[in-house]
């Protein structure tokens, strides 16, 4: 992975953004995007112990066990919000150790890449060669970054409306408005920005194709660059 000259900081919060290499899809089924989901929970951990291609061939049980074992342990990063789309993905993360976010996004595309391949009968890299960081200044920044990230769907036309985003497995605002699916969120911190549930629901809701032109997320212009997003 390329040299980053602005260094990632621990303690801190970034919006983490890549798109596939020309564009290509990186999901093709319901079974690629829950390989995407096991791969992130499982390397967001300090220290998995083995890769993740040997524990999903593992029967459901041991898998379940082991996982359990290493929610009892610590994380290389926390994961706020998340949406996996067709050709990019998106992650709101927080750093917990030195080098935290750049490990997790290697070991992340690496495994995932590996496993559409040998899928897809291709060779060669899946992501672009950098991935995208821009760090959460401030707690406005934070809230209006998950709520793009969460609408990501339905502003590139995926979802038609937010009642099927509540339903949506492949992006984390099911989490922060249903019962949650998904372990590795961590919706903590931005939800404590508001005073409910319903708050939260209305700000996500509100003013859908404005938010692209909102100025606390004028860095998002930069995937104008990136075909698809």
Known sequence: MPYRILPLVSGEIYHIFNRSIA?????????????????????????P??????FSRWKPEKRSSYLESLYSGKN???????????????????????????RFMKLFQESYAKFQNISLLRTGSMFQAMFKAVRIESEEQL????????????????????SQLQQYPWNSYVDY??????????????????RSEKEFKEFT???VDYQRSLDIIKHLTIERHMPGM
Do not use: C, E, W
């Open 76 to 102: 290389i990063i926390d994961i706020l919000s998340f949406s996996l789309m067709p050709n990019h993905i998106h992650f709101l993360l927080k750093q917990d150790i030195d080098g935290g976010i750049s």
């Open 177 to 194: 408005v249903s019962k949650p699916i998904h372990n590795f969120v961590d919706t903590t911190l931005v939800k404590g920005l508001f």
């Open 23 to 47: 564009g290509i899809h990186i999901f093709h089924s319901d079974h690629d995007l829950q390989r995407a989901l096991d791969t992130l929970d499982f390397y967001h951990f300090l220290d």
């Open 49 to 54: 112990g083995v890769r993740f291609s040997y």
């Open 143 to 162: 809230i209006h970054v998950s709520r793009y990230i969460h609408l990501n769907p339905l502003t590139s036309h995926l979802l038609n409306d937010i």
């Open 205 to 207: 809701s509100n003013q």
